[in-house]
């Protein structure tokens, strides 16, 4: 008897814990495209991602107004940063570190720089910002996050930054009213396929009011795309025809220009 | 017009690659040489990583020489036994060398090692050219007849087994120095992305004694084998070659090597040669350049699983 009140007490503080949050906002999200084709001509698209602060009759809606950041992840790719030294007066690649399962694309789209909307504590909590996200690196036998501004770890979002698959926006984000917003998710033409997870997150005075999820699926398509899954997947039969097709236009070479 | 390679991973000018082909084919057929030592280190110029130059450029020379070693057999120019017997080695060597750079490769030496044999390579036969070459002018100029250096009298391999009759080249050597050649070509063209005729002429004329009638079109069917080798086993292993940039080479390739070989015809032999020696030495020093000098960024990023 007292075991299955104490279990009832615990399932009812659960429910209330974790569905009726300290806040009674709702984050209500659209993108406006959540398949990407990416053809040969594609030279990067920007796609718009709608948002909508809702809350119940019960709470009121803040009067200092909301701060958003969108993150989006691209799919999860493990990654080689290496570094070169001068070795005998040549540059040789001397020392590098294996990141893992890091994302091969990652854009944090904010309205304003994030450290203005909350605590270094918080951001990093959340993993807000491409200085906060995690980047775990293979370390010995160990995989772990190293310090903030390990040489590695920074060249690594540096050199992304550079390929423009890490993006950093701090306008990006529009609010139209204090609760309307939109997001413009900036995809380049070198995006790699695969899924993007999408995660917004609502800010407040400095504290995390509540988040919401979404996803978007970037596919190439085409030929140069039917190239690059058959370079990869039929390696064999893939060279093979490559090599055909060299004999044959050497061939034909031969005899559109014969001479004699 | 703007395409994307897929596997170099980088948006190019298909009209840049073409011209690119055209003009490496002109110097191939205007010097008889197939190109590969000039094509590997200009697509690493454009920005294509080494590695994906080096295994596209293998179909590249496939495709040159093959229509080239089509026209020698027709004026029977080659020796079918000698290319048999190169192709023996020249095929491990390949694997060898397609083995080796995959090594390189998950070391994160593989650029380094590109660059480095490059530039030994070509500084030292690009310099015995253009100093052989300059030295021929020079007596021509002094009134004195050419003289063409005699083929090196017995050596020591002469002496070694297996000794074999080669009836077209007229020639009676033993197989294991030309199986040592093949192993080379095939090896050097795995891990350079050349089909190594500036190399492989020079050594069967010097060290085997193959006769001129027989040489350029027998080492042409090694590189077309080795190079088509190279292309299947590149592709197995590192999955770096890129189809649709080899392919776009080849044809310019194949056209600019036409008009080569009508521009070669009408220059003379030493100054051909000097010409080339410089080319060689060009190249040659501008991968020096690129290791000596600081680069811009110390750090770069390598895909390792996607």
């Known amino acids: 008897m007292m075991s299955r009140c104490r279990t009832a007490l615990t399932a009812l ?10 806040s009674a906002e709702r984050l209500v999200i659209s993108l406006s495209n959540h398949r990407v084709m990416v053809t040969s001509s594609f030279t990067g ?12 009759q019960a709470s009121v809606l803040r009067r200092g107004g909301y701060d958003v950041v969108v993150t989006v992840a691209g799919p999860r790719v493990t990654e080689r940063t290496r570094r070169k030294e001068r070795v005998f007066g040549i540059w040789v690649n001397a020392d590098a570190r294996t990141f893992i399962d890091v994302p091969s694309y990652l854009a944090v789209i904010s309205n304003k720089p994030p450290d203005a909307i909350a605590g270094a504590d918080t951001l990093r909590r959340q993993q807000v910002g491409l200085e906060n996200i995690l980047l775990p690196q293979r370390i010995g036998p160990d995989v772990a996050d190293t310090v903030r501004d390990d040489p590695f770890r920074q060249a690594f979002i540096r050199l992304k930054k550079e390929h423009g698959l890490y993006i950093e926006r701090t306008t990006g984000v529009t609010f139209f009213t204090p609760t309307l917003f939109r997001a413009d998710i900036p995809l380049p033409s070198t995006a790699p396929f695969g899924t993007y997870e999408i995660d917004v997150k609502l800010f407040a005075d400095g504290v995390l009011v509540t988040q919401s ?25 893939y060279g093979l025809t490559l090599a055909m097709i060299a004999l044959l236009i050497g061939w034909f070479a031969s005899v559109v220009f014969r001479r004699d | 017009m703007q395409i994307y390679l897929p596997i170099a991973d980088l948006p190019v ?5 073409l011209a690119m082909g055209l003009a490496v084919g002109f110097i ?5 040489i197939g190109g590969g030592f000039l094509m590997t280190p200009l697509l690493i110029f454009i920005g294509v990583t080494p590695g994906v130059a080096v295994a596209s450029v293998a179909s590249h020379i496939a495709a040159s020489s093959c229509s080239g070693a089509i026209s020698y057999w027709r004026k029977k120019a080659i020796d079918p036994a000698l290319a048999l017997m190169l192709l023996a080695g020249g095929v491990i060597g390949t694997a060898v060398g397609v083995w080796l750079f995959t090594m390189l490769r998950a070391l994160d030496q593989l650029d380094l090692t590109i660059a480095l044999s490059y530039l030994t390579l070509l500084s030292i036969v690009g310099g015995l050219m253009a100093s052989e070459s300059l030295r021929a002018i020079m007596r021509s100029r002094a009134g004195k007849p050419v003289v063409l250096r005699r083929p090196g009298s017995h050596v020591w391999f002469h002496g070694l087994p297996f000794k074999f009759r080669f009836k ?12 040592v050649i093949g192993f080379l070509m095939g090896f050097i063209g795995a891990i350079l992305g050349i089909g190594g005729g500036f190399l492989l002429v020079p050594m069967l004329i010097y060290l085997l004694r193959v006769p001129t009638a027989t040489v350029i079109g027998t080492s042409m069917v090694l590189t077309m084998v080795t190079m088509a ?35 070669g015809s009408k220059m003379r032999g030493e100054w051909l040669r000097l010409l080339l020696g410089l080319l060689v030495l060009v190249v040659g020093l501008r991968f020096a350049y690129q290791l000596v000098v600081e680069p811009g960024d110390l750090y770069s990023i390598r895909l390792v699983m996607p």
């Open chain 2, 28 to 32: 191939s057929g205007m010097f008889g």
């Open chain 2, 168 to 179: 077209r080249s007229k020639i009676y050597v033993s197989a294991i120095p030309v199986w």
């Open chain 1, 45 to 56: 698209v920007d796609l718009v991602l709608f948002g909508s602060v809702e809350g119940d």
């Open chain 2, 229 to 263: 080798s190279a292309t299947v086993m590149h592709s197995v292993t590192n999955h770096l070659v890129d189809g649709v940039l080899a392919v776009i080479l080849m044809v310019g390739g194949v056209i600019g090597a036409q008009f080569g070989a009508r521009a």
């Open chain 2, 13 to 17: 000018n298909v009209f840049l690659i």
């Open chain 1, 13 to 22: 503080a659960f429910v209330l814990l974790t569905s009726v949050p300290v």
């Open chain 1, 213 to 237: 999820s979404s996803a978007l699926e970037v596919i190439k398509v085409g030929f140069e795309q039917f190239v690059a899954d058959a370079a990869r997947d039929y390696g064999f039969l």
